[in-house]
């Protein structure tokens, strides 16, 4: 697939954005509008992203998400995304944001099935080069 097809593949894209930091939220919301993705929504915690999962999930495509966060963090977002029976959203690629750069952070999301890894500040080459792996594996 060449970088045309995975730009337009990034257009057709409803991103959720999961951080409990609002100005992290609205710089990566930004990037997304920026680089053309159909919609970014977003939530400031695990437990907020989980109603919102519960009500529109079936339009999400991809989901940003910090790891340490209050109420319910990645990890555990991650986690009931992927262990509850007879989920629908549990295939939702998660691309993990995060401050930690630590192997041992890094293995642990890998082993609750994330996607990707993005270290922040988020830039948009990153988040571009991102979306295009998910867009490439497909859903």
């Known amino acids: 697939m060449g970088t045309e097809d995975n730009i337009r593949k990034i257009r057709d894209l409803g991103v959720l954005v999961v951080d409990d930091d609002m100005f992290t939220r609205r710089t990566i919301v930004a990037l997304l509008r920026e680089l053309g993705t159909r919609t970014a929504w977003d939530a400031s915690d695990g437990m ?9 999930g079936p339009e999400v495509d991809v989901i940003l998400c910090d790891l340490d966060m209050p109420r319910m963090g990645g990890l ?4 009931a995304l992927r262990t509850a029976t007879g989920n629908e ?16 952070t890094v293995k ?28 490439q594996r497909g859903r």
């Open 76 to 79: 555990e977002l991650l986690h």
């Open 108 to 135: 642990r999301a890998i082993t609750y099935g994330i996607t990707g890894y993005l270290v922040k500040p988020v830039t948009k080459t990153d988040l571009s080069k991102r979306l295009s792996l998910v867009v």
């Open 48 to 56: 907020a992203a989980l109603e919102f999962l519960r009500k529109r």
């Open 89 to 104: 959203l549990a295939a939702i690629p998660v691309i993990v944001t995060t401050v930690h750069r630590e192997a041992e």
